[in-house]
């Protein structure tokens, strides 16, 4: 995406913030149909991941969730408008939250706050930054403009620390979490190679997964808390569970799969707002060939 189509992008983002949740889903709608028809390449990934996470489903059933996920992609997009531009008593009824106590409880334990990859991720992000400070690892957006809006969103209401991924991560988090007593929202679904992950099954996929929320909660005592932001007709809920009891277990290995258990759980419940156009099994074991075709 070039910087004068990012332009034009955040133009009609920041507008969408004065339209009806109705009106945006309508824009999203048919903004989600023209992507699904014209960027093949990210349809082709995410009907490759359906294709292995959920093989007893009809290919028909696959096209369709694929194509509903590009709607809520796009109104997804389009609902940014609201958290770059809106008030805070705006954006948290626009957010609601439950299980809100996990996150609001300031006792000595650090805190672990796990948001996968879903379509509402930015709609938790932006409800934290009215709550309280957290730290966060932020991979930079390769187009400045958006990377620009992004980090703005991200920063309006208590300005996160954020940690530029690159190999010191696991440190920087620890003393954010000890010294500065701040709860590291994670996201733990990202391939970033073989280097420093593990091979554990995500819907009965091997899947290079990092093993950094198990080694930060046996190096801190950090309590680990499931945060899932759902999309729904006027907005979106902010799922918060309670901390996992018996974490951690007996071997970051378990804790790992553990926690591909718990995301699994989670896309079962709205498959369709999962962002399966991410290369999630793009790093193989060894010996195993490409997952994706080129």
Known sequence: MGKFFARLWVALVLRSARWSPATRTRWGNALGDLAWALVFPRRRIAE??????????????????????????????LDHGVFW?????????????????????RDETPLLLLVPHFVGLDAAASWVTTERRAVSIYARQSNPVWDHWLEHG??????????????????????A???????????????????NSIFVPF???????????SRLARM????????????VADGYVFHIEAPWPDHPGTSVEEDTARMNREIERWVRRFPDQYLWTHRRFKTRPPGEGAFYRR
């Open 220 to 231: 801190t005592g950090a309590r680990v808390c499931m945060g899932v932001s759902e999309q």
């Open 154 to 175: 991200r920063s309006r209401f208590h300005k996160p620390l954020l940690i530029a991924r690159g190999g010191a991560e696991l440190r920087a988090a620890v003393r």
């Open 48 to 77: 490759t991941n359906l294709r292995a996470c959920f093989p007893e489903i009809s290919e028909y059933e696959r096209r369709r969730l694929v194509r509903s996920l590009f709607r809520n992609m796009a109104r997804g997009i």
């Open 177 to 195: 979490m000890r010294d500065e007593g701040l709860p590291f929202f994670y996201l733990p679904d990202v391939d970033t190679g073989e280097a």
């Open 85 to 105: 531009s809106a008030d805070r008593e705006t954006i948290r009824a626009f957010v609601r939250v439950e299980g809100a106590e996990h996150l609001a409880a």
């Open 203 to 213: 819907f009965g996929v091997a899947t290079a997964t990092l093993p950094m929320v």
